[in-house]
């Protein structure tokens, strides 16, 4: 079957500090790979995606490279401010799921100025 | 464009007491989902419909739960009746695309509490 691993949160860091959540997946087919982000008192958002192997999503200065020999998809952003402060998901969708995609627990990341 | 909208946004009901969440998802997005996150885990799929009809409801987790879909366009999730371990966050999502699609639009959810 299909998991998703998330590094456990919480997680606090200061601003302007560096962000790792690591993301490791196990999967039965070829799967596409997603970071999703939750605001306080909104809903899911898209953040970045990687539909194949070594495809790097980016955005919002949030990076993460799909890793294929390491079944790996790490969030990265290299100076976080206080309003990166949310609730992050991983998750992954394989075609033959018909776009059913599993999730991560979810990390929830903390910035304080 | 208007996103995809869930009410209510919170519901505390009684153990045994029966809800409706529902869900509006984007104009013309034929696929719509719903997931739930329970007790701060996994978000977990529940179903999928396309048009009216369900697709893939593996995720369902018993019979005290009725998806409806009627007309394509807006979707009603029933809970009767309602126990402590159905409390959560009840997600909608809609999307064009299937497969490894683009990603799908999420609504802001239903906070559910059951007591």
């Known amino acids: 079957g299909n998991s998703v691993t998330q590094m456990e949160g919480p997680v606090t860091l200061s601003e302007e500090a560096f962000l790792t959540i690591n993301c490791t997946y196990t999967?039965?087919?070829?799967?596409?790979l997603f970071w999703y982000v939750q605001y306080p008192g909104e809903g899911l958002q898209l953040l970045l995606k990687?539909?194949?192997?070594?495809d790097k999503g980016s955005n919002k200065g949030f990076e993460a490279t799909y890793r294929k020999e390491t079944t790996s998809f790490h969030l990265e952003k290299g100076s976080v401010q206080v309003s990166d402060s949310a609730v992050y998901f991983c998750?992954?969708?394989?075609?033959?799921?018909?776009?059913?995609?599993?999730f991560g627990d979810g990390t929830t990341l903390t910035v304080k100025p | 464009e208007a996103g995809v909208t869930q009410f209510p946004s919170h519901s505390v009901i009684e153990k045994g007491q029966t809800v409706t969440l529902r869900c509006d998802p984007i104009s013309g997005h034929d696929n719509l989902y719903w997931y739930r996150r329970v007790m701060g885990k996994e978000i977990k799929f529940l179903l999928h419909?396309?048009?009216?009809?369900?697709?893939?409801e593996s995720g369902m987790p018993n019979n005290r739960f009725l998806a409806e879909r009627t007309g394509g366009t807006y979707s009603t999730l029933k809970v009767q009746p309602a126990e402590l371990e159905d409390s959560g966050v009840y997600f909608c999502a809609s999307s064009q695309a299937l497969g490894d699609a683009l990603g799908y639009t999420f609504g802001s959810g239903t906070r559910l509490t059951v007591v």
């Open positions: 999967a039965t087919g070829y799967p596409s």
């Open positions: 419909f396309v048009k009216e009809s369900k697709q893939d």
């Open positions: 998750a992954l969708s394989v075609n033959t799921n018909a776009g059913k995609s599993t």
């Open positions: 990687a539909t194949k192997a070594d």
